[in-house]
Every structure is written in C-alpha cells, then in structure tokens.
C-alpha cells in the first residue's frame, strides 16, 4: 500500500527538513487534494496499524485536513478511532487565551521579556506567563533569587508600558534530583505560577524517578508539571517512571500537567492526555517558545490535543483571566 502518509513519512524521514516543509502547508494540502478519497481511507487505517506515525507531526497537518474536508473520512475516522457516536467539538487554536511556557533572554531565549510580551499580544491573548529557567541549568542561564528579583523590576515596567495583556510572573522551576525545587519556598510563594520539570539525571531507576516527580508534585506552591515524559522525538525517549502515579498524584494535589506543543517534544501524546482526562487532571498547553516565531508552535499543541479528542473545557489556558488564576490555585 503506497498512502500518502507512507510517501511523505519516506521523504520526510529527517525532522529538520520536515519542519522545513511543514512552512509551506499550502503545498501539502495541495498534495492531500489532489489524491483520492480511497488512498485517504488507506491512510489512515494505516495510520492506524503504526501508532508512532500518530506522533508525527506532518501527520497532525494531514489529519486536520482529513478532518475539514471529508464527511466520507469523519465517519471512518470515528470507527477506526473512537467508538463515539457524534464528534465532539474538539478545542481549536481560537480558544487559547494564554501561552504557559517560554522564555526570555534571562535564560536561554533570544528575545526580550517585552518582545515576547508584544508577540503574545499580537497572537491575541489575555495573559501568559514567562518562565525562565532556575539555576540548576547553568548552561541555559537560569536565575537564582537575586536574578529572578531583578527580572521581576523589568517585568513591573513592562508590564506598566502594556496594559493589554497580563504577564504572570513564573519559573521553570527544575525538579532536582531528590525531588526538591530549584527555588526558595519564600520565592516560589511571590509567583503567579510554579511551572516544574525535569532537565537532568534522566537515568534514574524507574521508581527514584517515579518518587522524585511525586514529591515535587507534593509542594503546595507547585501548579503545572511541564513536559511530563521527557521525550524529545528521534533524540531521547521518556525517562522511565511510572507516569500512572504520577498522574494519580497530580490530581490528589490539584497540579495541572503540560501538552508541551513543541514539536519536538509534543509531550505529553495523545494517548497520556486521554488517560488524563480520564482521570480528571486540568491540562494546559504551552509552547515552551525561545523566541517570539516560537509561539506559534501553539497550532501543534492544539493538534495533538484535538487527537486526544479534547474539547475547550478540558483545557486550562481556554479560561479568562480571573477564571485560569482560580482555577490554578483551588
Ligand atoms: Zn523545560
């Protein structure tokens, strides 16, 4: 069976090069009109028999094409798929009011808090929240108390020159290896919001990892886990941890956990969100930008999200405002 997945996954092999394609989708979308409705079906019970091409990204342009354009391919889809009897109304990239994840110059972006604030706001959002990194990552330039206390000046005088969008003081703040924060208790109480992660010592044995994760999740302070699996596609799989009761100790203590929209990370997939939601975890997506270009990543985030057949309200960052900081600290 030659489908159109199977053609452009054999082209598109290398991921540089991919993402090179992807920046002309009117080009692939040429390519997906021009086929036939009997190789779209192919491909996508294909798509079907290899789970990995799932978490592909060049899958995620096909798949919303597919979506939009075929009835035919709704009700396949919907079998193949899914045993729903109707689509729900599936989150899109309009709901998002906020971006939860990225960077400045004062770790390892390339643009400035105010660049990064304009961007946002032209992207059309009521907040976001900048997260440098803590200082356990030296490389990335990250802050320890003093930096973040002169970062939170400029970010008061930005923030006064921009009324038009709100800038949530945050961090991302590393998991150390014991489970500890990279960050005093008296500075993780004076954010907005405590976005945690792991970025080293990705061979621990399964259940140290399993314990570190759960112990910083146990911190009153924390609100998002970022990236929850670690893995960077082609590079580094997941860490090992038993992510069942990791979830289980999100939920007991109220911690939301990231659909990280980059696309090399996508993380956490399709198949972790359903079984997030199914557990009643909130979810967000961020898109853990290093540069303003970066935020728009966010249209990744929303395709694997619509994958796991998330609607607006399982999503965090789709609420005003006043709702998301409520909704975060109860
Ligand atoms: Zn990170």
């Known amino acids: 069976m030659k489908s159109i997945i199977d053609k452009l ?29 009997e190789s779209i079906l192919d491909a996508i019970r294909y798509m079907k028999e ?29 079998t193949l798929l899914h045993e729903h009897d109707e689509l729900p109304e599936l989150i899109e990239l309009s ?34 929240a900048l997260t440098d990194h803590s200082k356990a990552l030296a490389m990335t330039g990250g802050l320890d108390a003093a930096k973040l206390r002169q970062q939170w000046k400029e970010i008061e005088e930005v923030q006064s020159r921009h009324p038009e969008i709100r800038l949530l003081r945050s961090q991302e703040v590393d998991i150390l290896a014991d ?24 061979d ?8 570190r994760i759960v112990r910083a999740l146990q911190h009153p302070e924390v609100d998002i886990l970022a990236h929850p ?29 990231e659909l990280n929209a980059h696309p090399e990370r996508l993380d956490l997939k399709d198949a972790h969100l359903i079984l997030a939601r199914e557990l ?3 979810i967000v997506i961020s898109t853990d930008a ?30 005003p405002l006043d709702a998301f900081l409520k909704a975060v600290r109860s």
């Open 9 to 37: 996954h054999n082209d598109h092999i290398n991921f540089i090069k991919l993402l090179e394609f992807l920046e002309n989708q009117q080009q692939l979308l040429k390519y997906c009109q021009q086929t036939d409705l």
């Open 50 to 78: 290899y789970p990995d091409l799932v978490h592909h990204p060049l899958e995620n342009v096909v798949f919303k094409y597919f979506l939009e354009n075929h009835n035919e391919v709704h009700s396949e889809l919907k």
């Open 95 to 128: 709901n998002l009011r906020g971006d939860l994840q990225m960077h400045s110059t004062w770790s390892d972006g390339k643009n400035s808090i105010e660049e990064m604030l304009e961007g946002c706001a032209a992207r059309g959002y009521e907040y976001f």
């Open 179 to 202: 489970g500890s924060l990279d960050l005093e208790d008296e500075m993780l109480e004076q954010l907005d919001l405590v976005v945690v992660s792991v970025h080293s010592r990705f």
């Open 204 to 211: 621990l044995p399964a259940a140290e990892q399993t314990r």
């Open 229 to 257: 699996t670690g893995r960077i596609i082609n590079r580094r799989p997941p860490y090992e941890f038993d992510l069942d009761d990791v979830l289980h100790c999100a939920r007991e203590h109220n911690v939301a956990v």
């Open 280 to 282: 009643g975890l909130k």
């Open 290 to 319: 290093h540069r303003v270009q970066h935020l728009d990543l966010m249209s990744y985030g929303v395709d694997q999200a619509r994958r796991a057949w998330l609607t607006k309200i399982d999503v965090l960052n789709t609420l």
